[in-house]
């Protein structure tokens, strides 16, 4: 096949135009991560480990709903692309329905957090910090899935610049409400993690009401009527497309980040430095991770739009050209991990055992940054052409039947040789993501095997 690499300079640059707005938005949530883990680093490593522990029980669920919400941009994107932005309201009002139906039991889960963390047997030096810490962040829970529904109509138009000012005004105020809230300012009392929770779900609520004032404001928009009709009867039909199509997308996040998350709950029965090691290691690689998800996610949307235009050879060539560009941005950001090693964990801790620990974890973060760039990219272009059934089985077989398990056994238990603690898992995320961009791209060279005829009687289906 001829992938028109004339073409190259002017996809990269449609791409990289949409991706640094996406980018810089991502980064500002993973900055606010990274404000909580640094702040909360100066009160005690036990701190650090509470808000760790809890994201490994938050995030999977939050970013299991927020899979199932990613449908609406690459049918958005889709719709856009072919003309027909008047079909594009029913989806986000739809997507309503899907935030508040999910929303209920994951709230009951945090609030009930504690009879996870007894089952795992976590430390009590911060157990106590971390349900509390759960409680809070449920409070933030609705508003920060009512922003993403939002955030995937705006994305899916290819503007993402409203969510990259919103998430940046959000970073910037986390910072001074965790230092009031960490260190009891003002009169409030001294929380420690705890506090971190509290201003999340403070800021949660400021950027849902950004968001939705953007979208009642924004001019462009008013053909999309958001607004004339609040509320919308839930529909059996739609409902169903959206999550035929997000929920094996919202089970491939959660399966990818229970590999990473439950890796941080079997490891904490090995202290507080152990797994505050293991989180400032995630935390580094989930910053440099932010620029090929990013470009996934912009990935995802050119190849809707495009395939919205019928134009399904432009649609393949789009997709080797961002795969290309993902694997050198993925080399030179593995060169920069492996050399800075010994000095990213400096950010986070002074303690010289978890300096030590965090950065020989980081030797295999920088090796995992390719075959991670190239599932996630991969990724991007198999929800662009609206086929997301293959990776709920590739993520469950690679994370869960591959990585989880001999993860485990490479960490706590001597079958294998000795214990390796967090380093036997790390070894793992190698392997189960290099076995899945394999997989993931075997299943983008299928889908685009499909004859043109087909495919486009296929995506009018399901749009």
Request: proline share 5%; charged share 10%.
């Amino acid at each position: 096949m001829n992938f028109q690499w004339q073409q190259y300079p002017e996809n990269m640059k449609r791409l990289l135009k949409l991706t640094t707005p996406i980018f810089i938005s991502q980064l500002a949530v993973s900055g606010m991560g990274l404000a909580d883990i640094i702040m909360a680093g100066l009160v005690s490593d036990a701190d650090v480990s509470a808000i760790a522990v809890s994201n490994s029980i938050y995030f999977p669920l939050f970013l299991f709903v927020l899979g199932i919400l990613n449908a609406i941009t690459p049918t958005v994107s889709y719709l856009n692309g072919s003309g027909q932005r008047h079909l594009i309201v029913h989806q986000i009002r739809q997507g309503f329905w899907i935030v508040i139906g999910l929303s209920i039991p994951l709230i009951t889960i945090y609030l009930n957090s504690n009879l996870i963390l007894e089952f795992m047997q976590t430390p009590a030096e911060f157990s106590g910090k971390t349900a509390q810490y759960l409680v809070a962040l449920s409070v933030g829970l609705i508003p920060a899935l009512l922003s993403v529904n939002l955030r995937c109509m705006n994305d899916g138009l290819s503007n993402p610049k409203p969510a990259m000012i919103i998430t940046f005004i959000g970073l910037l105020l986390n910072i001074p409400l965790n230092y009031i809230f960490i260190f009891g300012k003002f009169g409030l009392p001294e929380m420690g993690a705890v506090g971190c929770g509290v201003a999340t779900a403070i800021v949660n609520w400021i950027m849902f009401g950004l968001m939705l004032h953007y979208c009642y404001t924004n001019q462009p928009q008013k053909d999309i009527k958001l607004f004339d009709k609040w509320i919308e009867m839930p529909n059996r039909e739609t409902l169903l497309k959206l999550f035929k199509l997000g929920t094996p997308i919202g089970f491939a996040l959660f399966t990818e980040v229970m590999l990473f998350a439950t890796s941080s709950l079997i490891i904490s029965p090995l202290g507080a430095q152990v797994v505050a090691s293991h989180q400032i290691a995630l935390q580094t690689s989930s910053l440099f991770f932010m620029i090929p998800l990013s470009f996934g996610i912009a990935t995802t949307i050119l190849v809707g739009q495009t395939l919205g235009q019928k134009n399904i050879e432009g649609a393949k060539h789009l997709s080797y050209h961002a795969l290309f560009t993902g694997v050198i941005l993925a080399i030179f950001f593995a060169a920069v991990i492996f050399l800075c090693r010994n000095l990213l964990p400096h950010a986070f801790t002074s303690d010289p055992t978890s300096i030590a620990i965090a950065s020989s974890l980081l030797i295999f973060a920088a090796i995992y940054q390719i075959p991670d760039a190239l599932q996630v990219v991969c990724n991007g272009i198999l929800r662009g052409y609206k086929y997301t059934n293959p990776t709920l089985a590739i993520t469950i077989f690679c994370y869960w039947l591959v990585g989880m398990p001999f993860g485990y056994i490479l960490s706590m238990t001597d079958w294998l040789g000795q214990p390796m603690a967090a380093s036997g898992f790390w070894i793992m995320f190698c392997i189960s993501l290099s076995i899945a961009a394999a997989l993931l791209f075997y299943q983008m060279r299928k889908i685009q095997a499909v004859p043109e005829e087909t495919l486009i009687q296929r995506l009018e289906r399901i749009k």
